[in-house]
Nanobody, 117 residues
């Protein structure tokens, strides 16, 4: 079993920055692909960014050039650095671990990000 806990969300003005963290407890993330997703009120949860165990990275088009995903396997932590934030980025952000044999993966409880002036 792997438990994921997100942190770092909050209220920020447009153009500001936040860094989200996702820590895995009682398990290592060394061999897992890790991802970030977000869900705004009334909208479907959407993919934001992903990093594989080998370091390959992909982003959804709307965050390219603004967000950076990274991982520290020794700390069992994945990060999402968010710069040049826009009101459209407002959502609950969730981290996900791709676990072999678990098609739905393992999810954290989410952290709220609000971008508003």
């Amino acid at each position: 079993q792997v438990q994921l806990v997100e942190s770092g969300g909050g209220l920020v003005q447009p153009g500001g920055s936040l860094r989200l963290s996702c820590v895995a407890s009682r398990s290592t993330i060394s061999f897992y692909a890790m991802g970030w997703y977000r869900q705004a009120p009334g909208k479907q949860r959407e993919f934001v960014a992903k990093i594989t165990s080998g370091g390959s990275i992909m982003y959804t088009d709307s965050v390219k050039g603004r967000f950076t995903i990274s991982r520290d396997n020794a700390k069992s932590t994945v990060y999402l650095q968010m710069n040049s934030l826009k009101p459209e980025d407002t959502a609950i952000y969730y981290c996900k671990a791709d676990i072999p044999g678990r098609p739905l993966g393992s999810w954290g409880q989410g952290t709220q990000v609000t971008v508003s002036s």
